[in-house]
């Protein structure tokens, strides 16, 4: 199995920013892609942002310019750093990556909500 345990999260005044750590553990035999989505209240789960093995990027349009999305392969661990942060980007940002152990597989980390409010 792979854990996931997310951190950075909080309260921040809208215009603000936040880092969001994601680190990977466990049996791991390879990691692909790994990414972040998020969930706002009584809506469905979203993508944000993904990052391949190889540095491919992939972004939701409504973060592009905004959030930016690294990795540091040797710790198994993602980074987002999100700037000028709006209200609508509050919401609980989940990590996620897909790995072999060695059969692959998609796993998610519990959350760690983001509020921005003034």
């Known amino acids: 199995q792979v854990q996931l345990v997310e951190s950075g999260g909080g309260l921040v005044q809208p215009g603000g920013s936040l880092r969001l750590s994601c680190a990977a553990s466990?049996?791991?035999?390879?990691?692909?892609?790994m990414g972040w989505h998020r969930q706002a209240p009584g809506k469905q789960r979203e993508l944000v942002a993904t990052i391949g093995t190889g540095g491919n990027i992939n972004y939701a349009d409504s973060v592009k310019g905004r959030f930016t999305i690294s990795r540091d392969n040797a710790k198994n661990t993602i980074y987002l750093q999100m700037n000028s942060l709006k209200p609508e980007d509050t919401a609980v940002y989940y990590c996620?990556?897909?790995?072999?152990?060695?059969?692959?597989?998609?796993?998610w980390g519990q959350g760690t909500q983001v509020t921005v409010s003034s």
């Open positions: 996620h990556a897909d790995a072999a152990t060695p059969f692959r597989n998609s796993f």
């Open positions: 466990g049996r791991i035999v390879s990691i692909y892609t």
